[in-house]
């Protein structure tokens, strides 16, 4: 007999525990970390800031700022062995590479079984620096080239693009990439986030709970939409083309990839500083047609907004991306890259009152079946 229980698939609706990390409202469109509006952050701090600001609950001073960013960029190279195990694995996903990376690099961290706050924090902010230095290092080394040492005293996503491509951006490009890194920082418990929480709630170290992290992150369905949607732009080819593909993916049940959100009903707040950038950098690089395509498309999903279907952080950010001649595979790994700051708080809130996440299921299935012996099966 099956007992009556009430269901929450995909969890949808459960409170898990409180935070004072990040707050959204669905409804309005709103997102805060630790208080402060992501229009706010986005136009007016560096990822630096908003790393100090999710880590330890307030806005640093210009001291405590320089100290965050001197023991970052004194943090960032990664051990040769972890170069080296990138190399054996060079041909595999970039954001698999990164999970591979993150997992190594665990090996060499003299704090990796230190769950203190003080301990996760600097593993934090060490394992943000690294992780970029093993997503530039893997592009390069896949196409055969040296990988370009972390510079000392570059910002962090100007070091990025700075170890991608071998030359310093320009203040527009880092600027650009450095907003991408505060929209993507942290949003409460999303599906990596909760995955990283539920490993650290069985007590085990920061690097594994990342590791769970990126490998749930890397799915189309969160992280990977980014991906899916400058391929969804590149299938359709120009804008006059966007209502017949959405007709054609929408009635046989597709899903446009960039819209939709568990959480949000109304536009993501996030979305409006890509859509913008995303407009400006097509304009400059005189690439306006991507650009007018995702525009196109969110068009033709207007008559989705009334379902609550609006278009998602994903969207524009592969445009963007895209522009600065960054592979598509490497979409995801970007967003990893953004999102090691808010893994890390959600573990450090997980910690502090911790009780081991372990949900039921509902058995549905057969019961008190007679054992059949093996050469009795067929
Ligand atoms: N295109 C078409 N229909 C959609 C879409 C979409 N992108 N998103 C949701 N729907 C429909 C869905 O088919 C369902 O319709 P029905 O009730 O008729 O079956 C309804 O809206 C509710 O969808 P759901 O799957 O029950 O909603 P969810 O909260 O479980 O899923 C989501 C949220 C993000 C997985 C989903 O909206 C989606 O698959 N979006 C496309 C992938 C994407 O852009 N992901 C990035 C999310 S934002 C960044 C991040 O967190 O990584």
Redesign the pocket.
């Known amino acids: 007999m099956t007992t009556q229980v009430e269901l929450k698939r995909?969890l949808?609706d459960v409170y898990l525990d409180r935070t004072t990390v990040s707050f959204i409202d669905g409804e309005m469109g709103k997102l805060l970390y630790r208080g402060y509006d992501i229009h706010d952050l986005a136009e007016k701090s560096t990822f630096e800031e908003v790393i100090y600001l999710l880590l330890n609950g307030k806005l640093p001073t210009r001291t405590e700022l320089r100290g965050l960013e001197s023991f970052m960029a004194a943090n960032r190279a990664i051990p040769q062995q972890v170069l080296q195990v990138i190399d054996i694995v060079k041909t595999a996903h970039p954001m698999d590479v990164l999970r591979t990376a993150v997992s190594a690099l665990s090996a060499f961290d003299s704090d990796v079984a230190d769950n203190s706050p003080e301990a996760i924090k600097r593993k934090g902010i060490r394992l943000a620096g690294q992780a970029a230095t093993a997503v530039a290092a893997h592009y390069r080394i896949r196409q055969g080239l040296r990988p370009v040492l972390p510079h000392e005293t570059l910002g962090h996503a100007s070091n990025f693009l700075y170890m991608m491509f071998g030359k310093e951006p320009t203040q527009d490009e880092a600027k650009l990439m450095d907003v991408d890194f505060v929209l993507h920082a942290e949003?409460s418990t999303?599906?990596?986030a909760f995955a990283a929480r539920v490993t650290a709630s069985t007590l085990s170290d920061l690097h594994s709970a990342i590791v769970s992290g990126i490998g749930t992150?890397k799915g189309?369905?969160?992280?990977?939409?980014?991906e899916?949607?400058m391929s969804m732009a590149h299938d359709i080819g120009k804008p006059e083309n966007a209502p017949t593909y959405l007709r054609n993916?929408?009635d046989h049940?597709?899903?446009?990839?960039?819209?939709?959100?568990?959480?949000?009903k109304t536009e993501?707040p996030r979305a409006r500083h890509l859509r913008e950038r995303a407009r400006t950098l097509g304009q400059q690089r005189g690439h306006p047609e991507w650009f007018q395509i995702l525009q196109a498309v969110e068009s033709g999903?207007v008559p989705?907004q009334r379902?609550?279907?609006w278009v998602?952080?994903?969207?524009y950010a592969g445009a963007i991306y895209h522009l600065l001649n960054i592979p598509d595979d490497l979409f995801v790994p970007i967003?990893a890259l953004g999102r090691v700051p808010g893994w890390a708080v959600q573990v450090l809130e997980q910690y502090e009152n911790n009780q081991i996440i372990r949900p039921l299921l509902q058995y549905v299935g057969p019961m008190n079946l007679p054992y059949v012996p093996i050469e009795q099966r067929h």
């Open positions: 995909g949808k949003h999303n599906a990596s992150l189309p369905l969160h992280g990977g939409a980014a899916a949607v993916m929408l049940g597709g899903r446009v990839m960039g819209f939709g959100h568990r959480v949000y993501d999903m989705y379902r609550g279907i998602n952080v994903d969207f967003f």
